[in-house]
């Protein structure tokens, strides 16, 4: 074996390599007997530390807690603002009528298409939306923050402004308007609340800011839309429709589209500006905007034909009727206002003498007539057969 030179170690002799192999493998024999011996302890006495000792204790107590810090500043505005909107902010879902058979006869049950949210813009009934929440719906309902439910009509639209506005009754009601604010002077970095009901929770409450201004955006049902405000607060799924607010809980904006490829937040949220909202939702509610004139409705739901036909029946049952339309003022009273098993519901027989056996003789019939017109409609209710006047409305 050559060595480097300079180098002061010698080779080892071959007595020394005999003990230094004589040591290792005496070392290994007590790593293995460590190793073995604490496996052993470990296992007989349930952990390194010792045995684990009794498994429950009965005098188990809860824990003390400790007092709640106070609410910042910045929380205390927002929960404020929280607690001035809330009550304004609505769900709003559409669907249509299907039927269940119960007790061996058929009764009509909603079937929910989707879901979205709107806020109250007077105490006078009128809710505010977006035209996507309503526009594939023939059924509109409105939950409020109590968790009423109440038929909304559709009183027209801004397809353009992705804008709709429903009426219901408000009779009885302690509707809360929402206070509004400005969106001219917003700014980017100010701090927005944005409540709606997303996937469908009531009341749900998220926080951001305002990410930019004037954004132009294209959205899923084919619109472009110019000026719109941009957040990064949460917004979801059934969202769409319900309030952006800022800090003194005034609405700056209506929540409407989301930038994502999952169809969650992603922090890319937008909003219809209030100053464009408080320029159409007026001209709505003003029948300026309209949906649709051109056919003539008496402001009902009719039963499905076959339920009716499963009750041994002929002519059209009045399922619901709907508020502010011209069977309400008519007086005509609905199987929904009733008990399933009262008879005491309207079935319509006729219009302006002309037989009704099925709702296809009852749109058929409207066909003949535009929305304003005052027509005969004939029922029977509770086996009584009367006719009233009925002012026809518009449907959308």
């Known amino acids: 074996m050559d060595y480097i030179e300079g180098m002061t170690s010698q080779p080892p002799s071959r007595d020394a390599d005999r003990l230094f192999r004589g040591q290792f493998l005496l070392l290994g024999l007590l790593v293995l007997g460590i190793a073995g011996n604490g496996w052993l302890i470990f296992s007989s006495h349930g952990g390194r530390d010792g045995p684990v000792g009794p498994l429950h204790d009965a005098g188990a107590e809860p824990r003390p807690v400790q007092a709640s810090l106070e609410a910042t500043p910045a929380e ?5 603002a929280f607690d001035m909107a809330h009550r304004s902010v609505v769900g709003v879902s559409t669907g249509a009528l299907a039927a269940v058979r119960r007790n061996g006869h ?3 049950v909603r079937i929910p298409h989707g879901t979205g949210s709107g806020f109250i813009w007077d105490a006078g009934g009128w809710i505010v939306t977006n035209w996507h929440v309503v526009q594939e719906g023939t059924l509109v309902w409105v939950t409020l923050a109590n968790g009423e439910v109440h038929e909304g009509v559709l009183v027209g639209a801004s397809g353009a402004d992705d804008l709709a506005v ?8 302690d509707l809360e308007p929402l206070a ?22 009531k ?14 955006i294209d959205t899923d049902q084919g619109l472009h839309m110019d000026g719109m405000i941009q957040t990064d607060a949460a917004i979801n799924p059934g969202n769409s429709g319900g309030a952006l607010l800022d800090l003194s809980g005034r609405l700056i904006g209506i929540n409407t589209a989301i930038h994502s490829q999952t169809n969650g937040s992603s922090g890319v949220g937008f909003a219809v500006p ?18 649709d004139t ?3 409705v008496l402001g009902i739901l009719m039963l499905e034909d076959p339920v009716t036909t499963s009750l041994g029946l002929v002519g059209v049952i009045v399922n619901a009727v709907l508020p502010g339309g011209g069977a309400e003022q008519a007086g005509l009273k609905s199987l929904e206002q009733g008990d399933q098993d009262d008879p005491n519901f309207d079935r319509i027989t006729a219009l302006e003498g002309e037989a009704i056996r ?16 005052q027509v005969e409609v004939t029922f029977v209710r509770a086996g009584e057969t009367r006719t009233v006047p009925v002012t026809l409305g518009s449907a959308r």
């Not at 001219?184 to 701090?191: A, M, V, Y």
Request: zero cysteines; glycine letters at 14%; charged letters at 20%.
């Open 166 to 173: 429903i009426k219901i009754n408000p009779s009885g009601l």
């Open 180 to 201: 509004l604010g400005s969106s001219h002077d917003l700014r980017i970095g100010q701090s927005v609340l944005a409540i709606g009901n997303p996937f469908g929770l």
């Open 106 to 108: 058929q009764f009509p």
């Open 203 to 216: 009341g749900s409450l998220s926080k951001g800011v305002i990410s930019g201004l004037n954004r132009p």
């Open 76 to 80: 205390e505005r927002t929960m404020r």
């Open 294 to 296: 051109g056919r003539a």
């Open 274 to 291: 209030v100053d464009l909202i408080n320029e159409i939702v007026p001209l709505i509610i003003a029948g300026e905007m309209p949906v």
């Open 358 to 373: 099925s709702s296809k003789d009852l749109l058929k019939a409207l066909g003949q007539h535009q929305p304003g017109e």
